[in-house]
């Protein structure tokens, strides 16, 4: 079975930093491109960025392109997002995904995903 399981999220003060990691199994890791998502309260989700494991190609959306970095570990099929400068609005459920057939880029925001983690909460304090 496919499987996705983020952590590393928490409680932060604004300005700081986590780093969130999805760890995958069940598919062909490179095959996939990985992207990160987060909704939070009240609110719809949103695309962050993605990743292709396969090449390292990544993209962001615009918003997201200053403090956040989105990587992989093609020996463990992780994909991580290390968020720096951490603000109150960040406040959100994030959650990575798994998509087989569109390429990481604006339209991989725009498809269904293949199959979805349960979400880690990331809190951040004023």
């Known amino acids: 079975d496919v499987q996705l399981v983020e952590s590393g999220g928490g409680l932060v003060q604004a300005g700081g930093s986590l780093r969130l990691s999805c760890a995958t199994s069940?598919?062909?890791?490179?095959?996939?491109?990985i992207g990160w998502f987060r909704q939070a309260p009240g609110k719809e989700r949103e695309g962050i960025s993605c990743i292709s494991p396969s090449n390292g190609f990544t993209y962001y959306l615009d918003s997201m392109k200053d403090r956040f970095t989105i990587s992989s570990d093609n020996a463990k099929n992780t994909v991580y997002l290390q968020m720096n400068n951490l603000k109150p609005e960040d406040t959100a459920v994030y959650y990575c995904?798994?998509?087989?057939?569109?390429?990481?880029?604006?339209?991989?925001?725009?498809?269904?995903?293949?199959?979805w983690g349960q979400g880690t909460p990331v809190t951040v304090s004023s």
């Open positions: 995904a798994a998509e087989l057939s569109v390429y990481c880029s604006g339209s991989y925001f725009l498809v269904p995903m293949d199959a």
């Open positions: 069940g598919f062909t890791f490179s095959d996939y491109n």
